[in-house]
């Protein structure tokens, strides 16, 4: 009786085994990609809206490699701060966000309202509340603007949201125009970018910061967009000279990345070096 019973048993379990492997082996001879959750415009909510976080949509990558429509909206975006830059989709023009307000500069070098519904496929904001406050009252080119608020940071391995507002002696600002399929990579785009020239203007400097060992995400050291205080003109920053500004600097300790879940972000191949070429995109023309 009690041999039976063993028998019966360890049948009864070689069955329940075999079953498995069974199942396990067909579930292993048939795999199939799985589509990502949430496709579309939801992102990733952070627990509270908080003064720490830098927020980035996409990486300067695949801005590099020509993905210019991702499905990112700036009502969504504007969730996550107050204060930022960025680009459009088709890459249309020069973002920045100010007290809350998204502008869009495009190759006429005039600011645009950007609607809800509009889309993005690059973007680095966060909520702007400042840590430290000065006044600069010379005459400081690019890189010595860059150089005196280097000096300021308590330390280079942190992120930075500056806001530089008052009155220029100059600033060149650039935009791009909108592209068409297929896209060219960036640093094609930036070759026909024009160039907006402003002689004793008023307005404000967003710029933002990023330590040098993100820079296969993000722009490495300064990045800094302009707006004039009428808020009717600015774009990305080439050239500048300051003649009477307060600067306030607020510091960033956690930086969190949104990816697109989609399209040809999922595809491309983001392994290749391109330090020069973003060095060539953002940073040149320096006066
Ligand atoms: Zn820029």
């Known amino acids: 009786m009690k041999k039976k019973s063993n028998n019966y048993y360890s049948n009864k379990l070689t069955a329940i085994l075999l079953a498995g492997i069974f199942l396990y ?44 429509d991702e499905a990112f909206t700036f009502g969504e975006l504007k969730k996550h701060g107050d204060f930022g830059m960025g680009t459009f989709n ?24 950007v609607p809800d519904i509009g889309k993005t496929p690059f973007a680095t904001i966060t909520n702007f509340k400042a840590d430290t406050t000065f006044s600069i009252n010379e005459d400081l080119n690019y890189k010595e603007l860059s150089q005196y608020l280097e000096r300021l ?6 992120f930075y949201a500056i806001k530089i507002e008052g009155e220029f002696k100059y600033a060149r600002t650039r935009s791009v125009s909108a592209q068409q399929k297929p896209y060219p990579n960036l640093l094609e785009v930036t070759k026909d970018q024009r160039t907006f020239d402003f002689q004793n203007v008023e307005g404000t400097i967003v710029a933002l910061w990023s330590p040098d060992y993100v820079k296969e995400l993000n722009v490495p050291g ?7 205080k009428d808020l009717k003109a600015g774009g990305h920053l080439l050239g500048v000279q300051t003649k009477k500004v307060k600067v306030q600097m607020d510091y960033k300790s956690a930086y ?4 697109p879940k989609a399209g040809e972000f999922l595809k491309t191949d ?18």
Request: charged share 25%.
């Open 222 to 228: 300064f990045h800094f967009h302009f707006i004039t």
């Open 256 to 259: 969190h990345i949104e990816l």
């Open 25 to 68: 082996m067909s579930s292993c001879t048939t795999p199939q990609k799985k589509e990502i959750q949430g496709q579309g415009t939801t992102l990733t909510p952070l627990s509270t809206k908080d003064y720490q976080t830098v927020y980035q949509l996409s990486t300067i990558k695949a801005l590099m490699n020509g993905l210019y």
């Open 153 to 158: 940071m308590p330390s280079e391995n942190f």
């Open 270 to 287: 983001l392994k290749k070096d391109q330090q020069k070429a973003i060095e060539k995109v953002e940073k040149e023309k320096k006066r």
């Open 90 to 113: 088709k890459l249309d023009g020069e973002m920045i966000l100010l007290d809350g307000v998204f502008y869009q500069i495009k190759d006429d070098g005039k600011t645009y309202s």
